[in-house]
């Protein structure tokens, strides 16, 4: 089976520019995750779907981001207007809910120059 | 808000060898599970072993295995035979069983395995 699918694996960009992250989780699975990882504050949520529903967003930065599940087996994270504090890995996770574990994707690296 | 705290930046291991990563948290939960995740230089996140804090047997995956002490909200990560390719991040996790669904994730070892 495939595993969670990421693209790009790789961006940068220009500060300002429109930013698209995408992910396809395992399929079957109805919960979907999206973590950030920086040097300085570690491994932390953004957001999560459950049944393609935003269920928890607490921990998006700033208006700047938003995310989107439209069906089961896609989902986008969005940073307009980017800025060079955005410059992380962006990781994908998917599991069944109430379910763990959770299976990551391999991950966006953001630089925004 | 639960806390996980992992206390050791840097472990290093003979190739071989036994070496045992450190893990508490803080939670006023009685239910929840605990995970052990490995992330390699592609940076992939990969499972290593989940424990349930409803069961008191130790959970073990081939060479992995943890030591879970409820009481004392303690999650360490046994790794027996140490190979190169197990050098990586190692981050332990936390996830309530009712409620929030994230992960809470230690700020992470890094395992050093010396030839």
């Known amino acids: 089976d495939a595993g969670v699918i990421q693209s790009p694996r790789h961006e940068v960009t220009e500060m300002g520019q429109e930013v698209t992250l995408r992910c396809k989780p395992i399929s079957g699975h109805n919960s979907l995750f999206w973590y950030r990882q920086t040097m300085m504050r570690g491994l932390e949520l953004l957001i999560y779907?459950?049944?393609?529903?935003?269920?928890?967003d607490s921990g998006m930065p700033e208006d700047r981001f938003s995310a989107k599940m439209p069906n089961a087996s896609f989902s986008t994270l969005k940073i307009q207007p980017s800025e060079p504090r955005d410059s992380a890995v962006y990781f994908c996770?998917?599991?069944?809910?109430?379910?763990?574990?959770?299976?990551f994707g391999p991950g966006t690296r953001l630089t925004v120059l | 808000a639960q806390t996980v705290t992992q206390s050791q930046p840097e472990m290093s291991v003979q190739e071989a060898e036994t070496v045992t990563l450190s893990c508490t948290y803080d939670t006023s939960e009685s239910d929840y599970y605990l995970f052990w995740y490995k992330q390699p230089p592609s940076r992939q996140m990969i499972l290593v072993i989940r424990q349930e804090a409803y069961k008191q047997q130790n959970a073990t995956e081939n060479r992995f295995s943890v030591n879970f002490q409820k009481a004392a909200k303690s999650f360490s990560l046994k790794i027996s035979d140490s190979q190169l390719g197990d050098a990586a991040m190692y981050f332990c996790a936390y996830r309530s069983v009712q409620g929030a669904q994230k992960l809470v994730f230690g700020q992470g070892t890094r395992l050093t395995i010396n030839p």
């Open positions: 779907f459950n049944n393609n529903v935003p269920i928890d």
């Open positions: 996770a998917s599991s069944h809910t109430d379910r763990p574990p959770q299976y």
